[in-house]
C-alpha cells in the first residue's frame, strides 16, 4: 500500500519526503543543519515552528484555551457560591420556619392562640360530650344557660366546689394516724377543681379560688374584700388581673400576654397571683426556691419554710394544730397547687398536704367521710421525694397593705424580682 502522510493522509509512495518537505516543512520542527531557516520558539510551551504566522495562530490557541479555562474556574467558583447561598437560605427558610411552628406551639400550649377562651371551651367540651351521648341535649341546654348566668354575674357557679375538707382532716387527725406526730392544717379552704370550660389550662385560677374563699372566712380580710364577697368566675378572675396592671401592678408580666387575659385560655403564675393579690390590698410575698436543696433534686428547704410559716404563732402542745394562716399558692413548671397543711411524722419527716385542681370533686368527696383504713388524706400527702421540680415558687398570705404600702408595692412590682432561697 501507497505510504500516506502523517500529516495530511494523503497518498504519497515513494514521495513521501518530499510530500512532507514541500507540505509540511513548517510542522517538522527544528530544521536540519545548514538549512538556514530561522526558528520561531513558543513562549507557552517551547514548540519550534519557522513561521511566524503559524506562531502567532499557535500562541493564539493557548491563549484562547488559557481564556477558557479560566472562565470555566471563575464559572466552577460562581456556581459553587451560588448553591452555597441558595442551602443557606433554605436552611434559614426551615429555620424560620420551625421557629414559627414552635412559637404557634408555645402559644396554644399557654393559650395565647386566639382560639377563645372559657365560654367558648365550655361549649365546644359540652357539644363533644353530646355528639358522644355522654349528655342529653336538655342538659346541654341548662347548663350552657347557667354557664351564661355566670359569666354575666361574674360569680363562679359552684358547681366544682368542695367544701369542709378541712374540718373533716381535723377530725381525721384526732382519731386516727398514729405514725403523725404533728400537724398543721390551714384556716378553712373549699377546694375548686377544673370544669369543661378551663380544663388543661385553669389551675392558676382556681388556685386562687381555694385562696380567696379561705380569706373571705376570716374577718381579718373583711375591708379588703369589701367589693368581693363572692367567689368570682375565672373570666371575671381574668378581668381582675386586668385591672391590677392598668393600675400598674407588674408592666413586664402583663406585656407578656399582650395585657389582655380575658377571652383567652392563657396561664397564669405567681407573679399574677401576687399583682391581683396586691391590688385588693392584701399583703404578700413570692418565695423562689429557684435550685434543689437536697438529694435527688429533691426541696427539704421549701418544706422547712412551710413548715415554718405554719407553726409560727402555732407552738402547742396539740397533736392537730389548726392555723388562722391563709393556704400557700404552690407554682412549679406547668402547674400549680394549694398547700393546705403539713404533716411532721414521729420520725421528724415532713410531708405537705395539697389541695390539685386536677382532682374531681367525687375524689374530694371521699375525704369527708371518716374512714378507719388511714387512707384518708393519703390523696393529699406529698413527701419530700414526691417534689423534685427543677424550681418552685410559692405565694404566702401575711397581712394587709395600707393604700401607701398598696402604692409603694405597685411601684416596686415594676421591677418585681422574687426573694430566692439560696
Known sequence: APAECPFCGEAAGRELEEHVRARHRHLLGAPGAGDGEQLYECPMCSLTCTNIQILEEHVDLHLEEHSFSEGRNIGDLELAQQLQTEEDERQRSEEEKREREEFKKLQRQYGLD???????????????????????PFEYHKRKADMMESLASGIDDGKTKTSGVIEALCKYYQNENKDVRRVWLSAGVDHFHSSLGDRGWGCGYRNFQMLLSSLLQNSFYSDCL?????????????????????????????????????????????????????????????????????????????FEWILHYYSTDNEGGAKVVCTSKPPIYLQHQGHSRTVVGIEEKKNKSLCLLLFDPGCSSQEMQKLLKQNSDGTGPKLLRKFVGSLKEKQYQIVAVNGVLSLEEKAACCHASQVLTSEKIP
Request: charged share 25%; net charge positive.
Open 226 to 302: 369589701r367589693d368581693t364577697t363572692l367567689i368570682p368566675s375565672i373570666p371575671k378572675i381574668q378581668s381582675m388581673i386586668e385591672d391590677a396592671w392598668r393600675e400598674g401592678f407588674d408592666p413586664h408580666g402583663a406585656s407578656h400576654f399582650n395585657n389582655r387575659l380575658h377571652g383567652s385560655k392563657a396561664w397564669i403564675g405567681a407573679c399574677e397571683i401576687y399583682s391581683l393579690l396586691t391590688s385588693l390590698r392584701i399583703k404578700c410575698q413570692i418565695i423562689d426556691f429557684h435550685k434543689p436543696t437536697g438529694p435527688m433534686g429533691t426541696h427539704p428547704r421549701l
Open 114 to 136: 386566639n382560639s377563645g377562651g372559657f365560654k367558648q371551651q365550655f361549649l365546644r367540651n359540652m357539644e363533644r360530650e353530646v355528639d358522644r351521648g355522654r349528655m342529653q
